[in-house]
């Protein structure tokens, strides 16, 4: 009777999220991570009600302010046409972001539906396809890559996601590819083939939800990296356009009065990073979380 | 033994394995045949090639040689699974099942028990039925393979159970797509002991019970005593001997046979039992003749040049050794 309680209890739904949050909690810098990812997000929703002086978003000049340091009316100070930089910054969090997002929602897919297809049927001519065109495109330099496609989309903030998005699937589709060409050799996948089920069950029921933890834990690092790559473009021109408050504008165009007027830089910059380590924090605890999850289940 | 009555007949499969250290000769014209509802054990030692066989009924492995003739209750018809193509093979399979040694990599860790039995209800009905319907099933299986509290065990995840749960949910999955076949590669061996006396017997019970010929591959002969009607013994990828179970443990006639019995420890005995001395020849380059030639006490010249055919002692007895008879042809 024991034994049932205790597995009763261990499979109630609210008890297993709290086991889950403490094993990942009891990594502390991954709670400062997902704290911090929570601050970014919870800023980029509520920016107009956050912001201090919203309209300072969009094209708006008031040259009576321009240039003044950080005070208190404007904590991170104004830029060189008078645009509160702390309102900015927090209209920035939301082209990061979603620059990120969109990145991935659809590099992700379409990298682990080809990685998928090509691990399932490894050694015939499919997977020979899609993973030589994987390999072609991992051979290029991603961010020299991104910023051709850019400059031949012409700059703008959907064009630099499209050649982001370009360059960014082959990781999944490799990543995906080496977990299911050893999970399609499992026992489990065997039993359920000899039981009858098709392919479509096996890809999709029985293999994939295995390679989902890595592709999760991915998907936050990579968001860290593709704010960082989404900024650069933009750093360069080739993403968003002014007066667009995006965090890779703002520096881009803060740099020019560097560093008289550093406040105009260097905030968007601190924003950039606090983004930036709060995935990358995030990211790791989530790998660590599934780590321990894997090892506790090849214990048993 | 019509041969219309024979569920399986292997006949002289042979299995290469191609490897950096050359081509592995890991079955050597192994013929084996079981019979609707009876029970058949492969005993042979650890890397004798009985999991290979196994493998081969159930296309993992493909073999360079040989058939396997399965005949299909739902086809009415008899089919070679080396040969046949994929659309067949997919209504061949159901009718083939496989219990495996680790029970807890059978089954998926990321779903509960419940998923994946209703899963392979699904997939086994052979028309669309409810929801309700399977999950009275799923139930039903639980029960036969005497789980207590089903409904709890069903919301469960694998490794929240037991090996002996698991195993009785691998043996409940594999019963419920109703096959006529049912191959169990070392079923018990990962479980304890008392465990394992519990699931022998109720796989046993179960199987007896649906009629399911077996095919039971394990190392250990006291589970085949147990089980199996009748016995291949292999050595090396060779099958030495085959026998009713009893004939076999009463008159072993096997040189390979003989030692394996003797090298059984022994509950009641002192003392370390001899066991049989040397190694399974390497399958790079293994004897032409009969593979056991290299360890056995009653080797004779040609032992080791010319194959022994398989030669009948009795109706149910066959055993491949000069020993008795079986001139070199």
């Known amino acids: 009777m024991t034994t049932l309680q205790r597995i009763e209890r261990a499979s109630s739904r609210r008890d297993g999220f709290r086991r889950s949050w403490y094993r990942f909690s009891k990594n502390r810098l991954s709670v400062v991570g997902l704290v911090t990812v929570g601050i970014v997000v919870l800023l980029a929703i509520f920016a107009p009600y956050i912001a201090p002086y919203p309209k300072d978003a969009g094209a708006v000049v008031n040259f009576r302010h321009a240039n003044e340091p950080p005070n208190w009316s404007h904590l991170f100070g104004t830029d060189d046409v008078g645009r509160d930089v702390l309102s900015r910054t927090i209209f920035g969090f939301r082209y990061s972001l979603m620059m990120g997002a969109v990145v991935l929602s659809i590099a992700t897919p379409v990298g682990v539906v080809l990685g998928l297809l090509a691990g399932y049927m490894k050694g015939r001519w499919l997977d020979s396809v899609i993973m030589r065109i994987t390999d072609i495109f991992l051979a290029l330099p991603p961010l020299i890559m991104a910023l051709l496609i850019n400059a031949v989309l012409g700059p703008s903030l959907i064009n630099a996601m499209i050649a982001m998005t370009i360059m960014w699937w082959p990781w999944y589709c490799r990543l995906v590819y080496g977990q299911v060409a050893v999970l399609r050799n499992e026992t489990y996948v065997l039993a359920a083939e000899m039981g009858g089920a098709r392919r479509p069950h096996l890809l999709l029921k029985e293999i994939l939800p295995n390679c989902i933890s890595s592709v999760l834990t991915k998907m936050t690092l990579d968001m860290a990296i593709a704010i960082l790559l989404g900024a650069s473009l933009s750093f360069v021109g080739l993403g968003a356009q002014p007066p667009t408050p995006d965090l890779g504008t703002m520096v881009a165009s803060g740099s020019n009065f560097l560093p008289d007027f550093w406040w105009i830089a260097i905030f968007p910059v601190m924003a950039i990073i606090f983004t930036v380590l709060g995935f990358n924090l995030l990211g790791d605890g989530l790998r660590d979380f599934f780590a321990v999850e894997e090892q506790e289940l090849d214990k048993q | ?329």
């Open chain 2, 1 to 329: 033994m019509t041969q219309e009555h024979d569920l399986l007949r292997i006949t002289d499969l042979q299995v290469d394995f191609n490897t950096f250290e050359g081509c592995l000769h890991v079955l050597d014209r192994v013929s084996i045949t079981a019979r609707m509802g009876e029970k058949v054990g492969l005993v042979g030692e650890s890397g004798c090639g009985k999991s290979t066989l196994g493998r081969c009924i159930v296309r993992r492995v493909r073999p360079v040689a040989g058939e396997i003739i399965f005949w299909s209750e739902r086809l009415n018809n008899v089919e070679d699974i080396v040969s046949v193509t994929d659309s067949i093979w997919k209504q061949l399979r159901k009718q083939i099942q496989m219990i495996f040694q680790e029970p807890g990599a059978a089954i998926n860790p990321v779903f509960t028990v419940g998923d994946q039995l209703r899963a392979a209800i699904r997939f086994s009905a052979p028309t669309h039925i409810g929801k309700s319907q399977i999950q009275r099933r799923a139930i039903e299986l639980l029960q036969e393979v005497q789980l207590s509290d089903p409904e709890r065990i069903m919301s469960s995840y694998p490794f929240q159970l037991s090996g002996g749960m698991q195993q009785r949910i691998c043996i409940a999955m594999a019963l419920g797509v109703q096959p006529s076949l049912l191959i169990a590669d070392e079923p018990t061996t990962a479980l304890d002991v008392t465990i394992q006396e519990q699931i022998l017997r109720l796989f046993n019970d179960l199987v007896s019970y649906h009629r399911t010929a077996v095919i039971f591959i394990t190392h250990n002969l006291g589970v085949v005593r147990e089980i199996a009607d009748r016995v291949y013994v292999m050595y090396a990828g060779q099958v030495m001997e085959s026998a009713t179970t009893d004939e076999l443990f009463e008159n072993p006639m096997h040189p390979y046979t003989r030692g394996l019995i003797s090298a059984v420890p022994k509950l009641t005995g002192g003392g370390i039992i001899e066991g049989i001395p040397g190694h399974i020849p390497s399958y790079l380059d293994p004897p032409t003749g009969c593979r056991f030639c290299t360890r056995c006490p009653d080797v004779v010249p040609k032992c080791d040049e010319v194959r022994p055919p398989i030669g009948s002692i009795n109706a149910s007895h066959e055993v491949a050794c000069f020993l008795y008879g079986g001139e070199a042809s």
